[in-house]
């Protein structure tokens, strides 16, 4: 069964802090995303990868950092968190297809709360 | 920029039909797309439609697209309690393979006994 992993489902974390959150596909896909999750505002796109060591800025960057060491790993950065960053995080791979590239697969997501 | 607007909110009786509307604005994107997410979830895909098409029929399912007025309905027949949910329609990023997609706000979908 495929599967995208993310580390945490839930997090607490205080204003200033360096936070961390994970996400692991098992998929062998070169795409892979982090999206948050707002009530009334969907899915914002922050960053994707689409291959080890590379990254590109989605439309919310800000605040944020990402790293790709591995294939199956893409890491979301928060350097110094703030409360407007208290949301659900949701993590997304996709492969490059004959029909098409945008099958994304999600995890389960992560609700970090900033205080 | 891109964007694609939805209603926030749907409440259908158990074995009525549920429509849920979406528009968007990229008339350049190759595919349109439905997700749903159950509570405590992420998104699965429900299903898509390649933007040449203007119905695409799978069991309950009945997707419409109106590429002139750039709005997509998904159709739910007899829905279900099991279909509480939110529904996310999305399009492409641009034109080609990008992998990258535009959500709308996400509808709730409230199915009552």
């Known amino acids: 069964d495929v599967k995208v992993t993310q580390s945490s489902r839930y997090l607490v974390k205080r204003t200033g802090e360096k936070v961390f959150l994970e996400c692991v596909q098992d998929m062998d896909h070169e795409n892979m995303f982090w999206y948050r999750q707002d009530p009334g505002l969907g899915l914002r796109l922050i960053y994707f990868?689409?291959?080890?060591?590379?990254?590109e800025k989605g439309d919310i960057p800000e605040g944020y950092s990402v790293s790709r060491e591995k294939k199956e790993r893409f890491s979301l950065i928060l350097e110094s968190a703030s409360t407007n960053q208290t949301s659900m995080y949701l993590c997304?791979?996709?492969?490059?297809?004959?029909?098409?590239?945008?099958?994304?697969?999600f995890g389960s997501g992560t609700q970090l709360s900033v205080l | 920029g891109e964007d694609v607007e939805q209603s926030l909110f749907l409440s259908v009786r158990e074995g009525d039909s549920s429509v849920i509307n979406c528009t968007y604005t990229d008339s350049s994107s190759t595919y349109l797309y439905w997700y749903k997410q159950e509570p405590g979830a992420g998104l699965q895909l429900l299903t898509y439609?390649?933007?040449?098409?203007d119905m695409k029929q799978d069991q309950r399912l009945t997707v419409l697209l109106n590429k002139k007025d750039k709005h997509l309905s998904l159709r739910i027949a007899d829905t279900q309690t099991g279909d509480s949910a939110i529904y996310f329609c999305a399009e492409s990023f641009g034109s080609g393979n990008t992998g990258k997609l535009i959500f709308g706000q996400g509808t709730t979908l409230q199915v009552k006994p």
């Open positions: 997304a791979s996709s492969s490059p297809g004959v029909t098409t590239n945008e099958k994304l697969f």
């Open positions: 439609i390649f933007s040449n098409m």
């Open positions: 990868s689409y291959d080890v060591k590379m990254k």
